[in-house]
């Protein structure tokens, strides 16, 4: 069994990534799980499926025709398994009243570092069943705290099974089966939280896997502006000649320039990413926006970088 956590700062399309990432691990014969634990139903949004629940169900197809299971989860149901599990507490009624008391609420939003935990520990339930589960894990300024289970453990009781299942719980997240990979895109923002994360997370001693550079563009209209850009004059003749408006030049030259500093930018920031020390996955811009074709298509190019083959 494995488990591959996925985080990245917020709009880099981490969710996006687990999911290709779900589609080429999906062998026949493999059971693939993909999981979020945010609550923000982003699985449901890229693969074009219901929203998803507590139960899981198979949300779409892998490549070489295995198929990928969906699951949503939810802190508070978590904290009413754990109840039944550890304590023989529960039923359907019994957490109705620990909803309504109140106990619920704060055991998974006040008291610290419960919450995590109930999370981190139904993601480990499900990694025992799975041949390969996928975390779309919270974003890279709270990942460290996120997996580091073995710091809530002061928030719990000292003994006892909900204990001990954190101490299992952390010790998968600390082995050789787990891989957190961080996604990023080739901007400032992104790249700095990413060598801030991979230095966390090294820190904390997590076991990493790849930087995954996402949305990457074509540069090929840049490496042929980058040799030089024509004068105005020169511009506006051809436009002329062309039966276009020759005022047309100056913003023509200005969104060369543009792209060319763009271009510098990210074969800057390229060069950082490269220079972390991890392995680096490269996934194209969708110009045409995400759906599940474009997921599958993503998978097809980890594939043919070598990962999950």
Same mark, same amino acid.
């Given at each position: 069994m494995s488990l591959h956590v996925l985080t990245g700062k917020g709009g880099t399309g981490k969710t996006t990534v687990a999911a290709a990432m779900a589609v080429a691990l999906a062998a026949p014969?493999?059971?693939?799980?993909? #999981?979020?634990?945010?609550?923000? %139903? @982003?699985?449901s949004q890229v693969l074009d499926v219901a929203p998803l629940g507590t139960e899981e169900r198979t949300v779409t197809a892998g490549l070489a025709g295995g198929e990928v299971t969906g699951l949503s989860v939810e802190p508070s149901a978590a904290? #009413?398994?754990?109840?039944?599990?550890?304590?023989?507490?529960? @039923?359907?009624?019994? @957490? /109705?009243?620990?909803?309504?008391?109140?106990v619920v609420e704060f055991a998974t939003t006040v008291a610290p570092g419960v919450r995590d935990v109930l999370l981190t520990g139904k993601v480990y339930d499900e990694v025992r069943r799975y041949d390969e589960v996928v975390l779309d894990a919270p974003p890279t300024g709270r990942i460290g705290?996120?997996? +580091?289970?073995?710091?809530?453990?002061?928030d719990l009781a000292r003994v006892g099974p909900v204990h001990r299942h954190a101490r299992v719980v952390r010790d998968l997240l600390h082995s050789p089966a787990t891989? #957190?990979?961080?996604?990023?895109?080739?901007? &400032?923002?992104?790249?700095?939280?990413?060598t801030e994360a991979l230095a966390e997370l090294r820190e904390s001693g997590l076991p990493l896997g790849s930087v995954v550079v996402n949305r990457v563009?074509?540069? %090929? +209209?840049?490496?042929?502006?980058? +040799?030089?850009? &024509?004068?105005?004059?020169?511009?506006?003749?051809?436009?002329?000649?062309?039966?276009l408006d020759p005022a047309?030049?100056?913003?023509?030259?200005?969104g060369g320039r543009e792209a060319i500093a763009r271009w510098e930018q990210e074969h800057t920031l390229g060069a950082e990413?490269?220079?972390? /020390?991890? &392995? #680096?996955?490269h996934l194209d811009e969708m110009a045409e926006g995400i759906g599940p074709g474009e997921v599958h298509a993503l998978a097809h190019q980890l594939r043919e970088q070598g990962w999950g083959g």
């Open positions: 014969g493999r059971r693939v799980l993909l #999981v979020e634990v945010e609550g923000r %139903q @982003g699985i904290f #009413v398994e754990y109840l039944r599990r550890f304590y023989r507490i529960g @039923g359907s009624a019994t @957490g /109705g009243l620990l909803r309504r008391a109140g705290r996120f997996l +580091d289970v073995s710091r809530h453990l002061a891989r #957190v990979h961080v996604v990023t895109t080739l901007e &400032p923002m992104p790249v700095q939280e990413t563009r074509s540069l %090929q +209209d840049a490496a042929v502006l980058i +040799d030089g850009l &024509p004068t105005e004059a020169l511009v506006a003749r051809e436009l002329a000649a062309a039966r047309l030049a100056s913003s023509l030259l200005a990413v490269a220079g972390l /020390g991890r &392995p #680096v996955l």
